[in-house]
């Protein structure tokens, strides 16, 4: 772990057993709970990086590993690792991460946020309509080929993030999306960031990394959470 990484390693329990998960919290030591969930590399240092800048923002956020240690830099092997993934159980997994940050005397309020990107994008959401403590989703390009989303018990509030030419989630489909939420009555507010890639928001890929874009897609996260969550 990076010497100048604010957070720290913990574990809580779920219906399938402990979850290893890295916690960073704010300097003020108290701030609105959020949930971050993992790419299908796994938990990597990135998906780190970005619980210490939810810190700094002022949230204590909370990305639990639903890999059970196994993480890769290899798309194949992620590809894999995310379609073995067993989906019942991550779900599990993700209430059980709420329980643990609503259990921590520094999150504020009885309600949490939840940001996901690619696969976690597409996890979170569906977490979301089995968990009305989720009140406010972040979905960064939300995919997963075994995860559908039933909107009809969703009651947090959503926004999306997606990207111009993304070669998994096309056009259609987020318009879809967005459309079925509306339908079942979710506020949601969907933004598709012109001329960028899947994955955009990941500096730790340079190759479709959008320095621009992923700031404003942040900005914009950042300033919905606290909108949200108080």
């Known amino acids: 772990m990076s010497q100048s990484r604010a957070g720290r390693e913990i574990e809580f329990e779920s219906d399938g057993g402990p979850v290893a998960a890295y916690l960073a919290e704010p300097a003020s030591g108290h701030g609105p709970g959020v949930v971050v969930v ?18 700094r923002a002022g949230f204590v956020a909370l990305a639990p590993d639903l890999y059970r240690g196994e993480r890769t830099r290899d798309p194949d092997v992620a590809g894999r690792l995310m379609m073995d993934l067993e989906i019942p159980r991550a779900m599990g997994d993700l209430r059980a991460a709420v329980d643990a940050l609503l259990r921590l005397s520094s999150v504020e309020g009885a309600t949490v946020g939840c940001i996901g990107f690619c696969m976690g994008g597409q996890l979170a959401l569906a977490a979301a309509c089995d968990d009305e403590r989720l009140a406010a989703v972040v979905d960064c390009y939300g995919i997963h080929p075994n995860v559908e989303i ?3 018990g969703l009651r947090a509030a959503v926004f999306g993030v997606f ?14 999306l967005e459309s079925k939420l509306r339908a079942a009555g979710v506020r949601v507010n ?10 955009f928001m990941n500096e730790a890929r340079p190759e479709v990394h959008d320095a ?5 897609a942040w900005n914009d996260a950042v300033s919905f959470l606290h909108a949200e969550l108080g």
């Open 190 to 199: 969907f933004k598709s960031f012109v001329g960028v890639q899947h994955a």
């Open 150 to 152: 039933d909107a009809s």
């Open 163 to 176: 990207a111009e030419n993304d070669e998994f989630i096309p056009n259609e489909r987020v318009r879809g």
């Open 38 to 55: 993992q790419e299908w590399w796994g938990l990597v240092d990135q998906i780190r990086d970005v619980c210490d800048r939810l810190a």
């Open 212 to 216: 621009a874009s992923a700031a404003e």
